[in-house]
């Protein structure tokens, strides 16, 4: 491994603030070394939180974020740092998740991303958010996401 494709992360290896809200996140990136192969990465955030616009509640779901890199990967810390970044942040569940998945589609220009939101109850009703750009690329091993649909008490 080389130093210079790691030259430009600000982030990792050092303290950083969390970020005041998603817009003010850096999303940091490094070159996949990897790309002459398909493959998939997932990210999971069980206890990603944000706020309900309305009452300033917080809301709380478990992300699984998984993606086929084209030419880059996203730094993990930067990614961590850009999800804490909504608990003061007031969306709605769909906006959180799609703006997650928008946002990283934008900035890494994966071969194929799918993103879940599972999201707690709230007012007694959980709402899960799935969204993918398209087909999975062929070849691609993307395991099942692996959360039960909510059964509460069940």
Avoid at 3 to 23: C, E, F, H, W
Avoid at 69 to 84: C, I, M, N, Q, T
Wanted: charged content about 20%; hydrophobic content about 35%; some cysteine.
């Amino acid at each position: 491994m080389t130093d210079s494709i790691y030259s430009n992360l600000k982030q990792l290896g050092g303290v950083t603030r969390m970020p005041a809200s998603p817009d003010k996140a850096e999303l940091e990136r490094v070159e996949n070394t990897q790309s002459d192969i398909v493959y998939n990465v997932r990210f999971t955030a069980p206890e990603f939180t944000s706020l309900c616009p309305m009452t300033g509640q917080p809301d709380f779901a478990h992300l699984v974020i998984d993606y086929v890199p084209g030419a880059w990967l996203v730094e993990s810390k930067s990614l961590k740092l850009y999800l804490a970044s909504f608990r003061n942040h007031g969306a709605f569940h769909e906006d959180c998740t799609i703006s997650i998945a928008r946002r990283l589609v934008d900035f890494l220009q994966p071969q194929w991303l799918r993103i879940g939101g599972y999201w707690y109850p709230s007012g007694g009703m959980p709402i899960d958010v799935f969204w993918q750009t398209g087909p999975i690329p062929a070849g691609a091993w993307i395991p099942d996401q692996g959360v039960p649909p909510y059964r509460g008490r069940g």
